[in-house]
């Protein structure tokens, strides 16, 4: 080639060359295609430039030849499918709620920048201050090359939705709070019903009614199971900010669980994370505490605001999955401390530094 080629051209030419037939008319995703990284570089020979890459290399072509690098060819492994990936690229988008798109074939992140149109009457507006930075710059060795794919940030928008539905549906939705009234007109049925009772037994042996024997059993009935419903009174906002805050606590744990226990790290099919987010909810119900240390803190408001477990199924929880998973949690984190792969502090300051990072 005359000019040196750009990252669309060098696509082309290497797909040109496969001719992959399973690439025909397939849709590559980081659920279900094994996506790597295919390194490419650009030499330069009497003055014409060559593509190397894994399938096509010379001898001549040296260190000394290199003219420059092309970092974000991918190359899907299944069907031999190449993928040029920018912020325009043909992948689906993932847009999460820090003005970010997730391309769903590699992972990599990159900014929303949204474009106003002009017209007659409307005055220009300054653009925002967009951090255009590498968004995979912790992720690239000395040479530029990625080393691992994003995909951990496409099942983190993901996990973050999925997380945040559960919890509102399991505290702020319209199905529980309709649970909640049943249960407490339940209750007072029950209640007039025992005062009823003692009324007619009254009447019966004709001695006089006492309203503070009828006011107690009437609230020893009702106060029998306590009060949820004047916890999951909040105003949008209010309600908003506490699924946020859970979500964000969720992932900090989930994280903490794959990536710093022995257990995590050997058998992660074990922390599904659908499953995990009721388990871990109901984990920081009670919370978890070794030699001291807080690891998964008690909350308060959980304590007194969660469903029966029993319950779980209406809001779409398999009680079987959620009581092995609690269970899995727990043996995690006692086994790596047992043996000494990391102190109980480790622990619980690792969740906190992740709780920070998550931005939602």
């Known amino acids: 080639m005359l000019v040196c080629p750009t990252p669309d051209v060098v696509e082309q030419q290497i797909t040109a060359m496969l001719r992959s037939r399973k690439a025909i008319g397939h849709v590559c995703n980081a659920r279900h295609c094994n996506i790597r990284n295919f390194p490419v570089e650009i030499h330069v020979k009497a003055k014409l430039f060559y593509i ?3 399938f096509h290399k010379q001898p001549w072509m040296t260190a000394a030849t290199v003219h420059r690098k092309v970092v974000d060819i991918y190359c899907c492994k299944n069907t031999g499918k190449i993928h040029y990936c920018h912020a325009k690229c043909c992948g689906d988008k993932i847009v999460s709620d820090n003005n970010t798109e997730t391309c769903t074939i590699t992972g990599q992140q990159f900014d929303c920048l949204l474009v106003q149109s002009y017209g007659a009457g409307i005055r220009s507006q300054g653009s925002k201050p967009v951090d255009k930075s590498d968004p995979l710059k912790c992720l690239r060795d000395k040479d530029g090359r990625v080393t691992s794919i994003g995909v951990h940030n496409i099942k983190e928008e993901e996990s973050k939705k999925e997380a945040a539905t559960l ?43 006492v309203y503070i024997v009828q006011r107690t059993l009437f609230e020893n009935i009702v106060r029998r199971r306590p009060a949820v419903l004047p916890y999951l009174r909040k105003t949008p906002k209010e309600a908003e900010a506490t699924v946020n805050d859970l979500t964000r606590r969720v992932l900090a744990y989930w994280k903490m669980i794959l990536f710093q226990t022995m257990v995590g790290m050997e058998n992660p099919s074990q922390f599904n994370f659908r499953h995990f987010t009721p388990s871990c909810l109901y984990l920081m119900k009670e919370g978890i505490t070794s030699n001291g240390v807080a690891i998964i803190p008690k909350d308060r408001y959980l304590q007194c605001s969660l469903p029966n477990p029993n319950t779980l199924e209406h809001y779409g929880v398999q009680t079987k999955q959620f009581t092995k998973t609690k269970k899995y949690i727990v043996e995690a984190i006692r086994h790596t401390i047992w043996n000494k792969k990391h102190t109980a502090e480790y622990l619980r300051d690792y969740a906190k530094s992740e709780y920070e990072k998550v931005a939602i």
Not at 185 to 194: F, Q, S
Request: aromatic share 8%; with cysteine.
């Open 167 to 209: 919890i509102y549906a399991c505290l702020f939705s319209v199905k529980r709070i309709e649970y909640e009234r049943m249960k407490e007109a339940e209750l007072m049925r029950e209640g007039e019903k025992i005062v009823n009772r003692y009324k007619r037994h009254m009447d019966q042996t004709k001695q006089k009614k």
């Open 52 to 54: 190397k890459h894994p």
